[in-house]
């Protein structure tokens, strides 16, 4: 089964460099913003290509950088395409996280207090570039049928009333398949016309 693609000619060396730059820039947990934009600036992706994307990534287990970067590349460069996105996503970390881990450590007492203090203030800059990334999801949720009031029974059935996050995603998904179900084609024939 092949993958469609929106644009042609994406090679996966190219995919790489992308999400390579992207997971560089993509400090304090801003990944799909910063793929969104990659992806978007260069006319790969549609906003609306690009949040069904993400939806995805956040509702299949595992990262959701990693599943994302996979999802964009399978949509826009097949299996290699996809390989090529989350090799280029991962190999940052991967290597930063094990010299942090090396240097960190090693220290007596684990982090010095004023690195502690430095994490405090990057975890409020790392909130905004997240919300970089939701605000277009949210206004492509808020466009389509039902979207508002599903994203407010989302929001209080796990933010507010912490209910388990599957039985929640199965109704409301169940929702949004009756919501956004196919309506059958009006005929000539059946119109009495």
Do not use: D
């Amino acid at each position: 089964m092949t993958v469609p693609t929106l644009t042609s000619g994406i090679r996966p060396a190219a995919l790489f460099r992308v999400f390579l730059g992207v997971a560089l820039s993509g400090i304090g947990g801003g990944l799909p913003a910063h793929a969104r934009r990659a992806v978007v600036e260069r006319g790969w992706l549609s906003e609306l290509q690009f949040a069904e994307s993400l939806t995805l990534a956040q509702l299949t287990p595992g990262p959701n950088a990693v599943n994302l970067a996979a999802m964009l590349g399978a949509r826009l460069g097949g299996a290699a395409g996809a390989s090529a996105a989350v090799m280029g996503i991962l190999l940052p970390g991967f290597f930063s996280m094990l010299a942090v881990s090396v240097l960190t450590f090693g220290l007596p007492g684990g982090i010095p207090p004023t690195l502690q203090s430095a994490l405090r203030g990057a975890a409020c800059a790392a909130l905004g570039v997240m919300l970089t990334a939701a605000i277009p999801v949210v206004r492509v949720g808020a466009s389509v049928r039902g979207g508002a009031v599903t994203t407010a029974l989302a929001f209080v059935a796990l933010g507010v009333l912490r209910l388990n996050l599957l039985p929640v995603l199965l109704v409301l998904v169940g929702a949004g398949l009756v919501i956004h179900r196919p309506r059958p084609a009006i005929s000539e024939q059946g119109s009495g016309a």
